[in-house]
């Protein structure tokens, strides 16, 4: 059994769309996060989750909203895509108090184009 | 604010030899210290951590990390490298008070046989 799952694995839409990336994990964690990795490679946390509470917000554009139905599900949707959005996105989960060591998903490799 | 600095994008050694990786960090109070690996097209996979204790740090296959807190360094180590040991390493921190881990921008390990 896949422990973080990410549908879809690729994703390619245009400018101005609406699109969904859903996570989900299978191990009994109570953290989840979303990372973006641009094409340089360089990973940025955008959101994190302890039991369905928002816990870090990054500065990122309010077109990206998360959204966690509960403990094992973390999804984010975003509005009105752009060319700049194009990135791999991660999500990953972990145990709060065990945070630093987190299972990462496969990624979704988003294209705007 | 916290930060990390990898600073070699790559690194390239034979099979065979020792193998380092750099990292360098900044943080407010006790650093607690990570490395993470990425396969192509796979997501992160946690290597080994530093919290307290031991400054020489032991993880997962083969790896080692020393931690040297008068030189701000966190460098990975393995002393005899694999063809498989190509990938992308991260390097990551966090504040003993923080939730969120600032990853470095990774250096692309490449072990030729």
């Known amino acids: 059994d896949t422990a973080v799952s990410q549908t879809p694995k690729y994703l390619v839409t245009q400018m101005g769309n609406d699109k969904s990336i859903k996570c989900e994990q299978n191990?009994?964690?109570?953290?989840m996060y979303w990372y973006k990795q641009d094409s340089k490679k360089f990973l940025k946390i955008m959101f994190s989750?302890?039991?369905?509470?928002?816990?870090i917000n990054e500065t990122v554009p309010n077109r990206f909203s998360p959204k966690s139905p509960d403990k094992a599900h973390l999804n984010l949707h975003i509005n009105s895509l752009e060319l700049g959005d194009s990135a791999v996105y991660f999500c990953?989960?972990?145990?709060?108090?065990?945070?630093?060591?987190?299972?990462f998903g496969p990624g979704t490799r988003l294209t705007v184009l | 604010a916290q930060s990390v600095a990898q600073p070699e994008d790559q690194v390239n050694v034979a099979e065979g030899n020792p193998l380092t990786v750099k990292c360098t960090y900044s943080?407010?109070?006790?650093?607690?210290l990570f490395w993470y690996v990425q396969y192509p097209n796979r997501g992160l996979q946690f290597l080994l951590k530093?919290?307290?204790?031991?400054?020489l740090v032991k993880g997962s296959y083969g790896f080692e990390a020393e931690f040297n807190k008068s030189q701000t360094s966190f460098h990975l180590k393995k002393p005899s490298a694999l063809v498989s040991d190509s990938a992308l390493y991260f390097c990551?921190?966090?504040?003993?008070?923080?939730?969120?881990?600032?990853f470095g921008a990774g250096t692309t390990v490449t072990v030729r046989a």
């Open positions: 990953a989960s972990s145990r709060l108090a065990e945070r630093d060591t987190q299972y």
């Open positions: 191990l009994g964690h109570d953290t």
């Open positions: 989750y302890n039991n369905k509470e928002l816990i």
């Open positions: 943080v407010s109070g006790n650093p607690y």
């Open positions: 530093y919290i307290t204790g031991d400054n």
């Open positions: 990551a921190v966090r504040g003993s008070n923080d939730y969120k881990l600032s």
